[in-house]
T-cell receptor, first 113, second 113 residues
Framework: DAGITQSPRHKVTETGTPVTLRCHQT?????MYWYRQDPGHGLRLIHY???????DKGEVSDGYSVSRSKTEDFLLTLESATSSQTSVYFC????????????FGSGTRLTVV | AQSVSQHNHHVILSEAASLELGCNYS??????LFWYVQYPGQHLQLLLK??????LVKGIKGFEAEFIKSKFSFNLRKPSVQWSDTAEYFC???????????FGSGTRLSIRP
């Protein structure tokens, strides 16, 4: 959807290096989320944000940190990438308006070698 | 805590067959329910949602789902599938006072031409 973009779309990185993924929205949603998608596990919540500088952990937060310095941007950082973090990462917005689900970004395919 | 179970991991059907995908959730309060679809290589898209009112919800592309509160279920149905319905389908639940959606592990649907 046009209101949410993720960058980069693809990235290959080496074990032990830090990596930052960006999610940008133009919809002014208060809530933003980072999920990872792996075969057999569906989508698992990594971190989410409920406002500028307000973030909380999801179910698989170890090895990840997030930052939200402005409403539009939600950054996900892998502090020291490991092969187990090879995955497809999706950002989502929504959950803060009545009768509204989530809108997902197009995803970032990350490979850690 | 919220949880979602999708019992069918992979469903294979012939074109024109009827479809029903199971979804059961666990949550001790009022819920919002969703079905998302992910076509190969794409991001998740909202298929339909239930917030309140008529428990039979109609979505895009001929899909519908029925919320049965007594069974904690929200099964997805389509009377006649097409090859283009080949995708992965995710059920999701959000407590009405919660801030995050929890996803099931997904059901892969394969349609034989």
């Amino acid at each position: 959807d046009a209101g949410i973009t993720q960058s980069p779309r693809h990235k290959v990185t080496e074990t032990g290096t830090p990596v930052t993924l960006r999610c940008h929205q133009t919809e002014n949603h208060r809530y933003m989320y980072w999920y990872r998608q792996d075969p057999g596990h569906g989508l698992r919540l990594i971190h989410y944000s409920y406002g500028v500088k307000d973030t909380d952990k999801g179910e698989v937060s170890d090895g990840y940190s997030v930052s939200r310095s402005k409403t539009e941007d939600f950054l996900l950082t892998l502090e020291s990438a490991t092969s187990s973090q090879t995955s497809v990462y999706f950002c989502a917005i929504g959950g803060d308006r009545a009768n509204y689900g989530y809108t997902f970004g197009s995803g970032t395919r990350l490979t850690v070698v | 805590a919220q949880s979602v179970s999708q019992h069918n991991h992979h469903v294979i059907l012939s074109e024109a067959a009827s479809l029903e995908l199971g979804c059961n959730y666990s949550y001790g309060g009022t819920v919002n329910l969703f079905w998302y679809v992910q076509y190969p290589g794409q991001h998740l898209q909202l298929l339909l949602k239930y917030f309140s009112g008529d428990p039979l919800v109609k979505g895009i592309k001929g899909f519908e789902a029925e919320f049965i509160k007594s069974k904690f279920s929200f099964n997805l149905r389509k009377p006649s599938v097409q090859w283009s319905d080949t995708a992965e389908y995710f059920c999701a639940v959000k407590g009405s006072s919660a801030s995050k959606i929890i996803f099931g592990s997904g059901t892969r649907l394969s349609i034989r031409p």
